[in-house]
């Protein structure tokens, strides 16, 4: 086999190569494409999946409180919780107003 031969036939294993890595590639890119699709559509509440809990934390306290004339033993068994002071742990992390739970 002659360095020519050699030349063609090595050039022509490359260029199979890249072809099957090109397609590789833009398949990747194609799926890539789609999961940015998919993670653009619009899902109700999950985008701020926190905010959303932070806010039905704050509306369940509130009722809880209200329902229990302000008592946070009894708001606490209310909401199934362990006692007042994780009522009052709920209330500062949720960031329940003061005028609300007094």
Known sequence: MNTES????ISSAIFS?????S??????????AELEQVAE?????WENLKDELAA????RITAALVE????KTKAATFLGLASYQTVNNWIKRYDVAESEND
């Open 68 to 71: 229990c004339d302000g008592n």
């Open 56 to 59: 039905l934390a704050r509306k």
């Open 23 to 32: 397609i590789r590639i833009s398949l990747l890119e194609k799926r890539v």
């Open 41 to 45: 559509l619009e899902h109700p509440g």
């Open 6 to 9: 050699k030349y063609r036939l």
């Open 17 to 21: 190569m890249w072809k099957r890595v």
